[in-house]
């Protein structure tokens, strides 16, 4: 087993762990890459540290979850009333650098528990990249063979961490369905472990029980409203399960691209009692956003939806980046720029908290490339 042992708290996961464990788990908190992390509950991951001056994980997968939360209060719009707080859960810094390890870890432990997982198998997984990344990670920390399918969208960073990992990529044709593609390959393969993260339980109750139970004690449990875009829904499924099962009044909101069904499915079912799929359009953000309703998804939850385009998406990334120094995916442009507009149509105090998916390192050459960018003709707008 891999064990880290590190004297300096940097940026990323292990930096977070450190400051944990140096600062105690109550109080306001530096996160290390700047901004304030509030009232983060103790964690398990954290051990029984006894104050030496060295800080070892005994696992590098006991580094997942237990993300900070950060004050992006800072990135209001004008007008906001000033007793509104914006909170974001900086999920990037999970050891794969992205939310999907919490999905991941949850869904590998059930099947290990249960049977399904057993050693020498090979598990399969389509994904959009970052449960793929997460899986061919788990996979290698685990000594499993894994088999990652995506399509042409999955930036070229993400493929290659898929790669790095030592799974094997399949890239499927535009058009093709990425899941029906796992499902296929799961039938010729009767010994391989599909993840099926689209319908598998174990994905929004890994939010249920990690990132909601996470956020109710960061924010001391006054939380107001809880903002997430959906690819399979599986965070706004279990976080917002969870936050209202601690305060129904906690409002959840989705963020959603256009050109994404969910905006029309959900506005109609909560109109009508019946969903209607609109015809999908084109977006460029990655990982949200769908051309379908996954079954892990729960729109019983959803009280209200905001649509953000890719233009507004990236360019809260250009400034989140630039004016906070926080370098985050597209997802997170588009969940933080959903929570902004929110904010601002708030007539008193509140507690806004939305997460921060992945990172940007994985799309340096799309939401990060000037040239993308104008190419695609969803440059920013000036700061
Ligand atoms: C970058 C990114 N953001 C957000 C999400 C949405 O998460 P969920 O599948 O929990 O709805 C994903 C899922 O693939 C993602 O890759």
Partial sequence: MLKLATVAAGAGALGYLLAKQQHGSTGAKRCPFGGTVSNVADSPAAGSASGSE??????????IGNTPLVDITAVAAAG???GVRLY???????PGLSTKDRIMRNIFEKAEADGRLKPGMTIVAASSGNTGAATAM?????????????????????CASITAYGARLIITPTGVDYMEEEY????????WFSVDQYNNAANPEAH???????IWAQTGGKVTHFVAAGSTGGTITGVGKYLKEQNPAVQIVMSDPNGSVFYNFWKTLKATGTGVLDKPGKFLVEGVGKNNIPG??????????????????????KRLAEAEGILAGGSSGLNVAASVQLAASLTGPAVVVTTMPDLGVKYLSKVYNSKWLADNNVAPSNL
């Fill in 54 to 63: 060295e800080v070892i994980a005994s696992t590098y997968f006991e580094l």
């Fill in 80 to 82: 906001t009333h000033p």
């Fill in 88 to 94: 974001a859960k900086a999920e990037f810094l999970n």
């Fill in 138 to 158: 788990l996979a290698a920390m685990k000594g499993y063979q894994a088999v990652i399918i995506t399509n042409a969208k999955c930036s070229a960073e993400k």
């Fill in 184 to 191: 296929k390959m799961a039938r010729e393969n009767p010994d």
């Fill in 208 to 214: 249920y029980q990690s990132t909601g139970p996470e």
């Fill in 296 to 317: 892990a998804m729960d729109f019983g939850v959803v009280d209200d939806m905001i649509q953000v385009s890719d233009k507004d998406s990236f360019t809260m990334c």
